[in-house]
């Protein structure tokens, strides 16, 4: 499905160059404009999902242009950014983070999509100086390479599926069986996001004493897990996990309803990016899927209002959504980080702005936002949600649960 953009949206997908720079540091601010700028997934097998991250960038951008914008130094500015598509591709990644700073002149990073792309793209940050406030790279390795210009306002990665581990406990306890009992297969891509993803799933496996009985990669195009479901099938363990990035998702849910498995519990990642529900009804009913954030969490501010009011506005601005990724809520909060860190700065000084953004301290419609010295959120949980009759419920942690989890899944095959 492709989501069409609103005309006021700039046609981005190249960046605009030759223009002066002015400000302290050559802060890249052309008259009342400040330019921030994104190298980012706009085709490609995360193209999905670099999509849905632009479009809550240039939500954000809308809103805070059209609420007055940042002010710095008495006077206000307007925000844009300058976009390039990096085809999915790290080296791509790399190449177009050079241009934005060496060639046009930027001085403000907005992240990539993927922690693959972002892995690429810190180190050439990092060399100029430039701070980096991604919303997509949730690799936990982002955030142990010294990094002092890199700002991530999502939860790590190792926290996306570990839940589903706890919750499958759970679950056994209440059934009067042991944890160590239950049976668990798993399916990941070979890339960084999906790979600590998996280390978080085997901690929590061993925390219970858990069997893995599958522990499968999956193929570099993401276009076929059969095997692996084949032996899902034979084997029919209690717990399926799968993190394939939204093509990855895509793959999983087709193929669990062709191959017809019947896991009680399957849980995998970027289910709303992937739009399972609406290309796969009966197959992504009672899916577990986590998400860094969902409309129903009491979570607000004052440019967007609530989590709830983010979601109205998200669909009203782009038409197709069923529901709003979190992906496209994570970019529009990193947005949001900009623009109090330069009005806490009071400079466009780069060096002024990033101890701007390393003391940030801020309640977002996305949750709390504060940064640790490595530079990853410390301050919002991940939550789960299952898919029932269509809508994406939170059913984990209990703190946060909108609905009890329906037990086990019953797809409509």
């Known amino acids: 499905m492709s989501f069409p953009r609103p005309l006021w949206m700039a046609a981005t997908a190249v960046a605009v160059a030759g223009l002066a720079l002015t400000g302290p540091a050559s802060a890249k601010v052309v008259g009342d404009t400040i330019i921030l700028g994104s190298a980012i997934s706009l085709t490609g097998k995360y193209s999905t999902n670099g999509i849905h991250a632009q479009n809550g960038y240039e939500l954000a951008v809308k809103k805070i242009n059209e609420a ?81 210009h890199l700002f991530a306002v999502l939860s790590t990665s190792e926290q996306y599926l570990a839940s589903a581990i706890a919750l499958t406990a ?32 085997i901690d929590d496996v061993k925390k219970y004493g858990m069997k893995i009985v599958v522990d499968d990669k999956l193929p570099r195009d993401l276009s076929d897990m ?20 939204s093509k990855g998702a895509a793959t999983a849910a087709r193929q ?93 000084d780069t060096a002024k702005v990033r101890d701007a953004l390393a003391a940030t301290n801020m309640q977002t419609f996305y949750g709390g936002i504060k940064f640790s010295k490595a530079g990853n959120n410390v301050a919002k949980p991940m939550v789960l949600r299952q898919i029932q009759d269509g809508e994406y419920n939170v059913v984990a942690p209990s703190k946060w649960a909108s609905h009890s989890i329906a037990y086990p899944r019953k797809p409509g095959y």
Not at 83 to 110: F, M, N, W
Not at 226 to 245: E, F, N, Q, R
Not at 268 to 292: I, N, R, Y
Not at 335 to 344: G, H, I, L, N, S
């Open 68 to 148: 007055g914008g940042v002010k710095v130094g008495g006077k206000s500015y307007k925000l844009k950014v300058v976009y390039y598509d990096d085809e999915s591709t790290p080296a791509r990644g790399a190449q177009l983070a050079e241009r934005l700073i060496q060639q046009d002149g930027v001085k403000y990073i907005l992240g990539p999509y993927s922690s693959g792309l972002t892995k690429a793209i810190a180190p050439v940050t990092e060399k100029y100086k430039i701070p980096m406030v991604e919303a997509e790279g949730a690799s936990r390795s982002l955030f142990t390479q010294g990094y002092r």
């Open 170 to 201: 759970e679950i056994a306890k209440k059934n009067g069986r042991d944890p160590s009992d239950v049976t668990v297969a798993m399916a990941f891509e070979n890339d960084p996001f999906s790979l600590d993803v998996r280390a978080g799933v």
């Open 226 to 245: 059969s095997a692996t479901l084949t032996k899902v099938k034979a084997l029919k363990p209690d717990l399926l996990v799968v993190s394939g990035h």
């Open 256 to 348: 669990i309803k062709e191959l017809q498995i019947r896991t009680p519990i399957v849980a995998m990642t970027h289910c709303e990016a992937a739009q399972v529900t609406a290309k796969f009804p009966d197959s992504a009913e009672g899916l577990l899927c986590p998400t860094q954030w969902a409309e129903t969490l009491n979570y607000r501010d004052d440019l967007f209002g609530s989590a709830a009011d983010y979601d109205k506005l998200f669909k009203a601005t782009y038409k197709g959504y069923k529901s709003v990724p979190y992906q496209a809520a994570q970019a529009s909060a990193a947005v949001m980080v900009w623009k109090d860190a330069f009005e806490r700065a009071n400079s466009f």
